[in-house]
Nanobody, 117 residues
Framework: QVQLVESGGGLVQPGGSLRLSCVVS????????MAWYRQAPGKQRELVGW????????YYLASVKGRFTISRDDAKNTLALQMNNLKPEDTAVYYC??????????WGQGTQVTVSS
């Protein structure tokens, strides 16, 4: 069972780029606005941005706007996060999920992004 499977993380130098992917079960993906979240060590999970279903409108956290781009492939139930000009403060575990996730809905395992020289 797929549910939510994130990948693509790694260690990158400041100013570098990474592209994260998330394969999502169809029952979660279809018709839902999908989001990327992140959780840095010692901090609460925060919403990075999301993309609507159908119109593909995107919204971003102010600190990542202009550097991050969210896209979705409805045919493949896949969500992507292109991250450019990465900064040390972007270091976190990144997760994808519905924007309207209910308490108790599952999370994936996440993918670690570390930005460091």
């Amino acid at each position: 069972q797929v549910q939510l499977v994130e990948s693509g993380g790694g260690l990158v130098q400041p100013g570098g780029s990474l592209r994260l992917s998330c394969v999502v079960s169809r029952n979660i993906f279809d018709g839902n606005s999908m989001a990327w979240y992140r959780q840095a060590p010692g901090k609460q999970r925060e919403l990075v941005g999301w993309i609507t279903s159908g119109t593909d409108k995107t919204y971003y956290l102010a600190s990542v706007k202009g550097r991050f781009t969210i896209s979705r492939d409805d045919a493949k139930n896949t969500l992507a996060l292109q991250m450019n000009n990465l900064k040390p403060e972007d270091t976190a575990v990144y997760y994808c999920n519905k924007i309207n996730r209910a308490p108790g809905d599952p999370w994936g395992q996440g993918t670690q992004v570390t930005v460091s020289s």
